[in-house]
């Protein structure tokens, strides 16, 4: 299976972060990796992952040199924009069965609204055990959906703002219905279309209502990605931000081999609303797993991972907004990414003035720019948009407190946050290609 193949499996099997982990492990087993806690001391060319929650993990290979040199880092993120289920969420509204939700991330609602969409997650009993839910994908499976109002009747939806007349509170997802009110028996038993849907959830997965409680159930768009166009150049696909960066930065984590750098790929949780939380890149997932491998080399100190971290390396691997024709008043278009161009280094991120921004030093990116143009791999430079127009950040200013040099690189993706987004096949080839070249560079 080519490359392009791989991914787009990558996609349809990881609707989730944690789906997403699940292959990366399985990825870096296939790789010969192994979990860190069943290694007890590390040498030269040994692999080890470090996973944190089932949400984010850390690959390394040991090079050569002392670790105190710094590593070579890839940093993406593996969850995307999309409906978290709530924790009390199913409800009964005349004879339509519903899922309340929350939506997760920056997402335009309106966008989700009539999409098929699947539910897939995990549900955490009280005896200890977890049930696995995926439901929507396979041929023959339903789906669920959130409806919208008929246009004969939406005169005042019509007439407010796009960011208003689909309400937060409105995106909950119809998961069944009852008997028409023409049955006169519909009237005399409360909740009935919610308590046959329990009664499925109960039969099928052996789940209760209050197992919601202890749910992480998220709602996506249902169905594989596909090649786009008839010269098929293009992926349409849900989840390509991150996941396209994060495809490539794992699967050249497994193909390069470590120079005298220790070579790490980290992928983690939480990036769409922040990094927040224990699995996100706001936490010490690093750092905790630096200090892992360093206590099996025999060398574990603070100041071996402050040096360490400090004196580390990282590609930011995250995508950047491709140019859009169809819009051309929002980008700058000589500073802008286009699919096809190759992969995207965004010297600096943030919003208008550079607020919150992780900006790269030049010394750094000449760097990078030769060890590209050496291996032939195609970039190019661009920023999210117009610098009034708005803007954006990623993991970078959070590895950059560290003190190592950070750089953003990724894929250039077409209506990035929807639920359904575009990226280029070359460019997903030429991120991978180049990620391997930065992997193997010995500085």
Known sequence: MDIIEQYKQFLNDGKTERECVSQIIQ??????????????????????????????????EIGSGSIEG???ILGAHVDSPRLDVKQNPLYEKDFIVYLNTHYYGGIKKYQWVTVPLAIHGVVCLKDGSSVSVSVGE??????????????????????????????????????GSGIPLLEPEAEKEKDRAKKSVLRILKETYGIEEKDFNSAELEAVPAGAPRDL????SLILGYGQDDRSCAFASVRAMADSRAASRTNCCICVDKEEIGSYGATGMGSHFLENAVAEVTARLGSYSELTVRRCLNSSRMLSSDVNSAYDPMNPDLFDRQNASFLGGGIVFQKYTGARGKSGA?????????????????????????????????GGGTIAYLAAKYGMHVLDAGVAVLSMHAPWEITAKSDIEQAYKGYRLFLEADW
């Open 358 to 390: 992780s900006d790269a030093d030049p010394e750094f990116i000449a760097q990078i720019r030769a060890i590209f143009d050496a291996g032939n791999a195609a970039y190019q430079l661009a920023e999210l948009g117009k610098v009034d127009q708005g």
């Open 70 to 72: 710094g590593m070579n």
């Open 229 to 232: 166009g008839f010269d098929r």
């Open 138 to 175: 396979k041929e023959g499976e339903p789906v669920f959906c959130i409806s919208d109002i008929l246009p004969h009747l939406a005169q005042k939806q019509m007439k407010e703002t796009a960011g208003e007349f689909i309400p937060g509170e409105s995106l909950d997802i119809i998961c």
């Open 27 to 60: 990825i870096a087993r296939q790789s010969g990796y192994r979990n860190i806690e069943e290694v007890q001391t590390l040498h030269q060319n040994d692999k080890v992952y470090v996973c944190k929650r089932n949400k984010s993990i850390a690959l390394f």
